[in-house]
């Protein structure tokens, strides 16, 4: 079983940055696959970055080049840096993963970009 936990969001004004932080309660060195989606008031949850085991990274086209997904397998934490922040931005941040087809989430951070 894997328990995630989501951590580093908050109010930002549009231009700014955060880091988001989610961290595994085991080794996620066995887990291939990790993902960050989000979910705006009113929409269904969306993929937002992921990462394999061996790094290589995957955006969706709005964030592409703002984001950086990036992950520490010895500290069992994966990362979200957001750059250049904008309003639409804006909703809860969810950590994902896959262990032994099960999928596993974590209960969520708010970001909220402010115009």
């Known amino acids: 079983q894997v328990q995630l936990v989501e951590s580093g969001g908050g109010l930002v004004q549009a231009g700014g940055s955060l880091r988001l932080s989610c961290a595994a309660s085991?080794?996620?060195?066995?887990?291939?696959?990790m993902r960050w989606y989000r979910q705006a008031p009113g929409k269904q949850r969306e993929l937002v970055a992921s990462?394999?085991?061996?790094?290589?990274?995957n955006y969706a086209d709005s964030v592409k080049a703002r984001f950086t997904i990036s992950r520490d397998n010895a500290k069992n934490t994966v990362y979200l840096q957001m750059n250049n922040l904008l309003p639409e931005d804006t909703g809860v941040y969810y950590c994902?993963?896959?262990?032994?087809?099960?999928?596993?989430w974590g209960q969520g951070t708010q970001v909220t970009v402010s115009s």
């Open positions: 994902n993963a896959v262990y032994a087809f099960i999928p596993y």
């Open positions: 085991g080794s996620i060195f066995s887990i291939n696959l």
């Open positions: 990462i394999t085991r061996d790094g290589n990274t």
